[in-house]
């Protein structure tokens, strides 16, 4: 490739970096209610407008501060990527920005949840009634939070084993009232010991490295109430080589593997797990539901 033909495509990529900053700074113009330079306001308005005049109609301040997570979280890796290409894989971000926004997006996982509970009857009893659920990989603790709030039968037990980000969980869990529902631990999945005690299981797929699914399946299956459900997050397929690749880096780079969902169930399978089935609920998440036998 010549230079003339590298620098097209930085040229071409640099234009949706600057989208994606565009459509960030407007979210956080309406959500923080800031007014800004005239003159660049104006300019930021051409942009959205020739993006999608409609873009933020009919959403709600949840969803915009949601989209505004995901896009801070997105270039605050990003970054780290440019300036440490060399760091080793792991999830160990402390730059609390980057911390919170990942836990403010992993809040929708709550609401993917519910509305496949909303058409299985027997997932929504479950939630809906008495016991425990097992947020695994809590970080910061808002999915936690989000699943104490959704169903207010259950006690929620967070756990992860990246101190920074149970710091802030910590502090997020004290200025949220629920009433001691929700527990936090330093705890890796593989050194959970507990048997028949949650009704309710979240794995987030992928952070779970290749040495860990196993163990951590198996921990998780014993530690159900017979009945109980263990959901499996993964990312959705990209529908180009490219967003494949670069989600398989994100992936990587965060300490986990780039699950299939057949993968995953070739995991879930010899453990004992039942009825196991994918499901998208939204473009932005794929669940895989087991179940312990009852």
Same mark, same amino acid.
């Given at each position: ?6 620098? =097209?495509?930085? %040229? ?14 407007? &979210? ?21 407008? =020739? ?15 949601? !989209? ?8 605050? %890796? ?69 699943? !104490? ?16 980000? &149970?710091?802030?969980?910590? =502090? ?7 009433? $001691? ?6 705890? =890796? ?15 987030? $797929? ?20 017979? $009945? ?15 967003? %494949? ?14 699950? /299939? ?7 879930? %399978? ?7 089935? /994918? ?16």
């Amino acid at each position: 490739m010549s230079f003339e033909a590298l620098m =097209k495509q930085v %040229q071409s990529l640099n234009s949706s970096v600057e989208t994606l900053a565009a459509i960030g700074a407007e &979210l956080r113009l309406r959500s923080e209610r800031l007014s800004g330079d005239p003159r660049v306001r104006a300019s930021l308005q051409d942009v959205v407008d =020739k993006i999608d005049s409609s873009l933020f109609e009919g959403l709600n301040p949840g969803q915009d501060h949601v !989209a505004l997570a995901l896009i801070q979280t997105s270039f605050r %890796q990003a970054i780290d990527l440019f300036e440490n290409p060399t760091r080793p894989p792991g999830w160990n971000y402390e730059d609390p920005v980057i911390l919170e926004s990942q836990g403010q997006v992993s809040r929708l996982i709550v609401r993917n949840i519910e509305m496949v509970a909303a058409q299985r009857s027997d997932i929504n009893s479950v939630l809906h009634r008495p016991g425990a659920f097992l947020d695994i990989g809590t970080g910061v603790g808002w999915l936690a939070i989000e699943a !104490a709030r959704t169903w207010p039968t259950l006690r929620v037990v967070g756990i992860d084993s990246w101190e920074p980000a &149970l710091n802030l969980a910590r =502090k997020n869990l004290a200025e949220n009232d629920l009433n $001691g529902r929700v527990e936090l631990r330093l705890q =890796k999945i593989e050194e959970l010991h507990h048997n028949a005690i949650f009704s309710f299981a979240w794995l987030p $797929g992928p952070f779970i490295a290749r040495e860990t699914i196993g163990p951590a399946v198996e921990r998780v299956y014993q530690a159900l109430a017979p $009945g109980g459900w263990l959901v499996v997050g993964l990312y959705p397929p990209p529908p180009d080589a490219l967003g %494949q690749a670069l989600v398989n880096l994100r992936i990587v780079r965060s300490g986990g593997h780039p699950w /299939t969902p057949n993968q995953i169930q070739e995991q879930l %399978q010899p453990v004992g797990f039942e009825r196991i089935e /994918t499901l998208t609920p939204t473009p932005a998440v794929s669940l895989i539901l087991a179940q312990r036998p009852a």
